[in-house]
Nanobody, 119 residues
Framework: QVQLVESGGGLVQPGGSLRLSCAAS????????MGWYRQAPGKQRELVAR???????SYADAVKARFTISGDIAKNTVYLQMNSLKPEDTAVYYC?????????????WGQGTQVTVSS
């Protein structure tokens, strides 16, 4: 079994910054990629950013130039630096990972961390 634990959410004013962290643990043979998704009330969960095992990254258009994903896939950790936050960034942010475990690639989710952008 694989566990993802997020931290770093909270309340921040518009224009402020937050840094989210996610650490994966468990029976991980190989990590293929990690990423962040978010879900706002009444909306579908959406991709925010993703980093692959060789370091390539991708971002949702809404967060490009404001958010930066980083981490050490080999150490099963990923971070999301969020700058110039806007009220529309308010959501529960979930860590996600593609892991090779027990002979197959499986997808795992963290429990989520709340990010609220409000004055």
């Amino acid at each position: 079994q694989v566990q993802l634990v997020e931290s770093g959410g909270g309340l921040v004013q518009p224009g402020g910054s937050l840094r989210l962290s996610c650490a994966a643990s468990g029976s991980i043979f190989r990590m293929f990629g990690m990423g962040w998704y978010r879900q706002a009330p009444g909306k579908q969960r959406e991709l925010v950013a993703r980093i692959r095992s060789r370091g390539s990254t991708s971002y949702a258009d809404a967060v490009k130039a404001r958010f930066t994903i980083s981490g050490d896939i080999a150490k099963n950790t990923v971070y999301l630096q969020m700058n110039s936050l806007k009220p529309e960034d308010t959501a529960v942010y979930y860590c996600n990972a593609d892991v090779f475990v027990s002979g197959s690639i499986r997808n795992y989710w963290g429990q989520g961390t709340q990010v609220t952008v409000s004055s």
